[in-house]
């Protein structure tokens, strides 16, 4: 067994299995065996995690999380309840950024969610599509034009073929995975979830009210296109939205960012946005600027007056991309088809 790796197995009912093979150099993270088994392995060269008490969460997990398991019960219980709020609140309880098994636990949840979007991309329901990523700012409420945006560009890059990644929370992330869920379903019927949700423009002052709009949405149409949201806890007070059919949240942002951007192979779009959104965009120039040929992707900036004047990240994307082989992957367009006609010619 040296060097295999199991992970979250309830092995009860395997002892003379287990017994019978030589488990040196074997690691088993968080998983269940019968009475004697597990002192067995140890004692014979494996190598076990115990699972871990005292934390609201599976480190050890082999998928990635649904919004019906971050928001279990949101229609008849309050968002606090919630998982993905007993987790942040677990995350940001004094002394805990420092305490042993709290950076553990984090650090080994942060590794199988790793391991989870990997297995989800290559063999599972995300895989076989190449990944276009949108980012864009927190602050776009629903009923906007902002937002409306935004769900359409999900929507057409879904109906191009692509698979839709975002940072997983509100604003125009929310919006981009909207549109893509729905990307199966008729002009109409999109046009009625956006008005739809406008009666809660955003997650301020009630997450619940929020959450609950959009589960509504969910459970008129159960069967939307899969999309991809990649949040944190690092910004625990920014929910995740529930538009993304797979969610891969992590608690170290720094991770979190550049998994997000490492996995989008097919471009991304930056929408209107302010500090993440402008952090975003030079991490992936920088990625970019130094990045083989055959490994840069194409930069698209959706909105001249805001990224020329607003926040003038486009005139240093055109200096560092000047006599690179990512000045021909950096564009800066006006609307939503032009990006998409950019990605998808």
């Known amino acids: 067994m040296h060097g295999w790796h199991a992970q979250s197995l309830d092995l009860r009912g395997h002892a003379r299995d287990l017994k019978a093979l030589d488990p040196e150099g074997a690691i088993f993270l968080g998983c269940t065996f019968d009475d004697g088994v597990e002192e067995s392995l140890r004692r014979r060269g494996a190598l076990i995690f115990p699972k871990l008490h005292n934390v609201p969460f599976n480190p050890y997990r082999s998928g990635v999380y ?16 919630t998982l993905d709020a007993r987790v942040y609140q677990w995350s940001i309880l004094p002394g805990r950024r420092g305490s042993l098994d709290a950076t553990l636990a984090a650090a080994l949840h942060d590794h199988a969610i790793g391991d989870a979007l990997d297995e989800l991309l290559e063999h599972g329901a995300l895989s076989g599509t190449r990944v276009v990523g949108v980012m864009g700012g927190h ?12 769900a359409h ?9 692509f698979t839709v990644a975002t940072g997983g929370g509100p604003g125009a992330m929310e919006a981009a995975n909207l549109g893509a869920y729905l990307s ?21 002052p009630s997450v619940t009210a929020w959450a609950r709009q959009a589960a509504a949405v969910v459970e008129r149409y159960p069967d939307g296109t899969p999309t991809l949201g990649i949040p944190t806890w690092f910004y625990g007070h920014e929910p995740p939205n529930l538009f993304a059919t797979h969610i891969a949240k992590y608690f170290a942002n720094a991770i979190r960012e550049a998994i997000l951007l490492e996995l989008c192979d097919g471009g991304i779009v930056f929408l209107p946005g302010a500090a993440g959104t402008v952090q975003e965009i030079f991490q992936d120039a920088c990625e970019n600027y130094y990045g083989a040929p055959e490994t840069i992707t194409s930069m698209v900036l959706v909105g001249r007056e805001h990224w020329e004047r607003t926040f003038p990240a486009w005139p240093m994307v055109q200096s560092l991309a000047a006599g690179k082989p990512m000045a021909e992957k950096i564009f800066l367009v006006d609307t939503v088809e032009e990006a998409l006609a950019v990605l998808a010619p």
Do not use: C, N
Not at 66 to 81: F, K, N, P
Not at 142 to 149: I, L, Q, V
């Open 184 to 204: 199966g379903v008729p002009d109409a019927d999109s046009t009625a979830a956006l008005e739809a949700l406008a009666a809660v423009p955003g997650f301020r």
């Open 153 to 161: 560009l999900g929507r057409l890059l879904a109906q191009a073929g």
């Open 66 to 81: 649904t919004a019906g398991e971050l928001y279990s019960d949101i229609s008849s219980t309050e968002y606090e309840s």
């Open 139 to 150: 602050a776009a409420q629903r009923g906007t034009k902002e937002f409306a945006d935004a």
